[in-house]
């Protein structure tokens, strides 16, 4: 049911939104740094977010977690709204951005019931706020090619729904009931978008829908793996998917899930340190929109734009997987395994790309002109 009135209310809005766009001055024009070449109506983002938020009212999210995605998550979603109609300076959006995942913090510090903290207070806000941030920004990167960032993000959603879910039932830790509602109700949402924006779009989701992407995994992720644990969970971990091989199974909602979400919020972040590095070392301005993404490196690798969607999706499916995989068959040494395995994903996805690329480029200067 939550999926299918999300989903439901989410394919209506966006379906509206296509008509209505061009009146409400939301229409994305083609420039140099675009990938399509004729007007698209923006503002997909409000009926993923509509859709949620409806079906979070409707079958009853718990309170706490409504106000969290559904007040705060609005403030984001009204900013993103803002910088569609017009484009507001990336300072502004950077501080109202950094005010919200403050408030998110609090709430989900409230939600977990102010359990002492993994990390000295003075360490623990800067890198919530930093991760909160940071994936805000992330899918709004991400979201540069039809059906990327909502398909990077659905893939995402379903593997914390599993995870959620394992938890709930193996360890009976209720506090992610609501979060797991949440994770599918935007499934549901996300698919109603999805029809009208595969390729080729009819719409596009807009900064109103990327950046609440990246609010709510930044917040839905810590209600998961944690910030805030029990005192003895600090130094007595036990194996938290143990139970799919082992009988027993001790509970321990602490830091060791961290590298399960990195795997889960991969190619997220990975675009987002890729691209950022790039502009870097060219001496630019990180906040410089270009045609940098992996998406626009995979396409100049010589595959179509559907295919580089769909790649870069198979990769996010995959890295989440076998993320999951390593902390149900080696639970001791999940979190270890896990850190290793994606610093060996990013290690062999860059080294593929400067390969690729060097190789292209020696046999343009190797062909004669005709």
């Known amino acids: 049911m939550p999926f299918l009135v999300s989903l439901a209310i989410s394919f209506l809005i966006t379906w509206l939104m296509i008509r209505w766009a061009p009146f409400l001055a939301l229409v994305d024009i083609p420039n140099e740094r675009k990938v399509h070449n004729r007007p698209i109506p923006k503002g997909g983002g409000l009926g993923i977010f509509v859709g949620w938020f409806s079906a979070a009212l409707l079958l009853g999210l718990d309170s706490k977690e ?18 569609d109609i017009r484009p507001l300076p990336w300072q502004w959006r950077l501080a109202i951005q950094t005010i919200a995942a403050i408030a998110g913090i609090w709430q989900v510090r409230d939600i977990l019931g102010n359990r002492p903290s993994i990390l000295p207070e003075y360490l623990l806000w800067p890198a919530a706020v930093i991760w909160i941030v940071g994936l805000t ?18 893939i995402a959603a379903a593997l914390f729904a599993f995870t959620s879910i394992l938890v ?6 209720t506090i992610l009931y609501s979060a797991f509602g949440a994770q599918i109700m ?22 109103a829908g990327s950046t609440f992407l990246g609010f709510f995994f930044g917040t839905n992720s810590m209600l998961l793996a944690g910030l805030f644990v029990p005192a003895p969970a600090a130094t007595d971990r036990g194996p938290i998917f143990s139970s799919l091989f082992v009988p027993d199974i001790i509970l321990a909602f602490d830091p060791g899930l961290w590298p399960l979400v990195f795997c889960f919020l ?17 001496g630019r301005s990180p906040f410089h929109a270009d045609k940098q993404h992996l998406s626009h490196r995979l ?8 295919k580089a969607v769909a790649t870069i999706c198979l990769l996010a499916a995959i890295i989440g997987s076998t993320g999951l995989l390593i902390f149900s ?3 001791a040494h999940g979190p270890t395994l896990s850190l290793i395995f994606i610093g060996v994903c990013s290690m062999l996805l860059a080294v593929f790309e400067l390969v690729a690329h060097r190789r292209i480029r020696h046999g343009s200067q190797q062909t004669p002109n005709c």
Do not use: E
């Open 168 to 173: 709930i039932f193996h360890a009976f830790f």
């Open 66 to 83: 409504l106000s969290l995605w559904g007040g705060i998550g609005l403030i984001i979603v009204v900013l993103g709204l803002v910088d």
């Open 329 to 331: 068959l080696v639970p």
């Open 186 to 207: 935007l499934m549901g949402g996300l698919t109603g978008f999805l029809w009208f924006n595969r390729p080729l779009a009819k719409i596009f989701m807009g900064d």
């Open 137 to 154: 920004n992330a899918f709004n990167m991400l979201d540069n090619m039809d059906a990327l960032s909502a398909g990077v993000a659905w």
């Open 266 to 282: 991969f190619i997220p972040w990975y675009d987002l340190t890729s691209v950022v590095t790039i502009r870097l070392c060219q």
């Open 299 to 306: 396409v100049a690798l010589g595959l179509s734009k559907p």
